[in-house]
């Protein structure tokens, strides 16, 4: 990211008030944005509604050297108390177009909307993701799945605009996918758009099998408490069911459900799931979630990783575990 070398000689803020006009908001609260619920508030929030207002945002936060991060349904993500010192940009790129078996879908599509305008146009291939929170852009990034699919595995290429500025077509090769990772995760890389390559099918049959993975997901899942989805990866394992072992099944195993912190509590249906259980803080969620990681390694030797962001003032940071 860039650096301020000199004084501006307009504040960042008149800057981007002159660009943005009423699109943008200052000091921004992040946490309504989000399924956790959780977080303080940013400096600066733009909603990008085309490709063209992402990359003019974006080329902003650079121009007047500021941090920024690219913000899709907020649904594998846990926001700081503290906020972020920058630019945080919204993608709200939703189009969605078909062309034969193949479709191109915006960054900010809602990923379970996605998967019933493919079953509502005859195309199958998307019924796994049925009930995933958050939006493609998120997906592809974090190479999202359940049943031993993975979104990955559709792409068949992703436009990008590379920390550069530049746009540029990639394939699936480059995006690096495997389990929860792309190497978008590493290369800055923003998507603006991806195609996925899907199959014929009959819109009631793919319909009816979307709803049986939403009635299963909802049975574990929360629907009215705030979480993020699972907060820990499940280990690679060849010798495992689907080369995994559950993260939820080794929390299970050291009672966590019986845990919580504050406002942060484990969801009763899933073990690997954080919920905001009422005026959660993130400082909250994250005590409870270095308690279980330590009862997992002590109890069973196993070391669990996070599986969401963590947003910092300063940026998404690695994982620093304080046991």
Same mark, same amino acid.
């Given at each position: 990211?860039?650096?301020?070398?000199?004084?501006?000689?307009?504040?960042?803020?008149?800057?981007?008030?002159?660009?943005?006009?009423?699109?943008?908001?200052?000091?921004?609260?992040?946490?309504?944005?989000?399924?956790?619920?959780?977080?303080?508030?940013?400096?600066?929030?733009?909603?990008?509604?085309?490709?063209?207002?992402?990359?003019?945002?974006?080329?902003?936060?650079?121009?007047?050297?500021?941090?920024?991060?690219?913000?899709?349904?907020?649904?594998?993500?846990?926001?700081?108390?503290?906020?972020?010192?920058?630019?945080?940009?919204?993608?709200?790129?939703? +189009?969605?177009?078909?062309?034969?078996?193949?479709?191109?879908?915006?960054?900010?599509?809602?990923?379970?909307?996605?998967?019933?305008?493919?079953?509502?146009?005859?195309?199958?291939?998307?019924?796994?993701?049925?009930?995933?929170?958050?939006?493609?852009?998120?997906?592809?990034?974090?190479?999202?799945?359940?049943?031993?699919?993975?979104?990955?595995?559709?792409?068949?290429?992703?436009?990008?605009?590379?920390?550069?500025?530049?746009?540029?077509?990639?394939?699936?090769?480059?995006?690096?996918?495997?389990?929860?990772?792309?190497?978008?995760?590493?290369?800055?890389?923003?998507?603006?758009?991806?195609?996925?390559?899907?199959?014929?099918?009959?819109? +009631?049959?793919?319909?009816?099998?979307?709803?049986?993975?939403?009635?299963?997901?909802?049975?574990?899942?929360?629907?009215?408490?705030?979480?993020?989805?699972?907060?820990?990866?499940?280990?690679?394992?060849?010798?495992?069911?689907?080369?995994?072992?559950?993260?939820?099944?080794?929390?299970?195993?050291?009672?966590?459900?019986?845990?919580?912190?504050?406002?942060?509590?484990?969801?009763?249906?899933?073990?690997?799931?954080?919920?905001?259980?009422?005026?959660?803080?993130?400082?909250?969620?994250?005590?409870?979630?270095?308690?279980?990681?330590?009862?997992?390694?002590?109890?069973?030797?196993?070391?669990?990783?996070?599986?969401?962001?963590?947003?910092?003032?300063?940026?998404?940071?690695?994982?620093?575990?304080?046991?």
């Amino acid at each position: 990211m860039a650096a301020v070398h000199k004084p501006l000689a307009v504040p960042p803020v008149e800057i981007l008030k002159s660009r943005f006009r009423d699109e943008l908001k200052v000091n921004e609260p992040l946490g309504p944005y989000t399924t956790f619920g959780i977080g303080g508030p940013a400096d600066f929030f733009v909603r990008a509604r085309t490709p063209e207002m992402l990359v003019w945002a974006y080329n902003s936060a650079r121009e007047l050297g500021l941090r920024y991060f690219i913000l899709g349904g907020g649904s594998n993500i846990l926001v700081g108390d503290d906020g972020f010192r920058g630019l945080v940009i919204r993608s709200e790129l939703t +189009e969605m177009l078909r062309d034969g078996d193949r479709v191109t879908v915006g960054s900010g599509v809602k990923f379970d909307a996605l998967v019933d305008w493919a079953a509502d146009h005859n195309l199958e291939g998307l019924a796994f993701a049925a009930g995933i929170a958050g939006s493609v852009g998120g997906a592809i990034y974090g190479n999202a799945g359940c049943y031993g699919r993975e979104i990955g595995d559709l792409v068949v290429e992703a436009t990008l605009m590379t920390p550069s500025g530049e746009l540029k077509i990639a394939d699936r090769e480059y995006c690096g996918f495997r389990y929860r990772h792309s190497r978008l995760k590493d290369s800055g890389d923003i998507v603006l758009t991806v195609t996925l390559q899907l199959r014929p099918g009959d819109r +009631e049959q793919v319909r009816k099998e979307a709803d049986e993975h939403r009635q299963h997901r909802a049975l574990r899942h929360p629907t009215n408490d705030c979480s993020a989805g699972c907060f820990f990866k499940n280990i690679e394992d060849a010798g495992a069911p689907h080369g995994k072992i559950a993260a939820g099944q080794l929390l299970e195993q050291v009672g966590a459900k019986t845990e919580r912190e504050g406002g942060a509590a484990v969801h009763a249906g899933h073990a690997n799931i954080l919920i905001n259980a009422g005026g959660a803080t993130a400082e909250e969620v994250l005590t409870l979630a270095r308690r279980l990681r330590r009862k997992v390694k002590d109890k069973l030797g196993y070391e669990l990783s996070r599986e969401i962001i963590y947003l910092g003032p300063l940026g998404p940071e690695p994982e620093r575990w304080e046991d």
